[in-house]
């Protein structure tokens, strides 16, 4: 007979530092960062239409538990409410 053993761990994530409002000059550099409680992997969205990083002006970095979302230049089309979103918490 054989036995698994399962160990449940706490499910709930909790947003440690929640995003500011910034204003950004045109040109300037948009950052945003969100730091969840513990190891996500984040999604960003804008206007609730998921963004995809390009590299070179969109930037998404995820280092454990914080996410960062870099634009430069920053560009008027840019403009709207941005959220971080990770296993049901944004």
């Known amino acids: 007979m054989s036995f698994l053993t399962c160990w449940l761990t706490d499910p709930t994530i909790e947003v440690v530092s929640p995003m500011q409002d ?3 000059d045109e040109d300037g550099t948009a950052e945003f960062i969100c730091q969840y409680s ?4 984040a999604i ?3 206007n609730d239409q998921e963004i995809l990083a390009d590299g070179q002006r969109v930037i998404i970095d995820q280092d454990w538990n914080v996410s960062m979302l870099k634009i ?3 560009l008027p089309e840019d403009s709207g409410v941005y959220s971080c979103e990770a296993e049901g918490t944004k």
Do not use: E, N, Y
């Open 22 to 24: 910034i204003t950004v």
């Open 38 to 41: 513990r190891p996500v992997h």
């Open 44 to 46: 960003w969205k804008k």
């Open 72 to 74: 430069k230049p920053a």
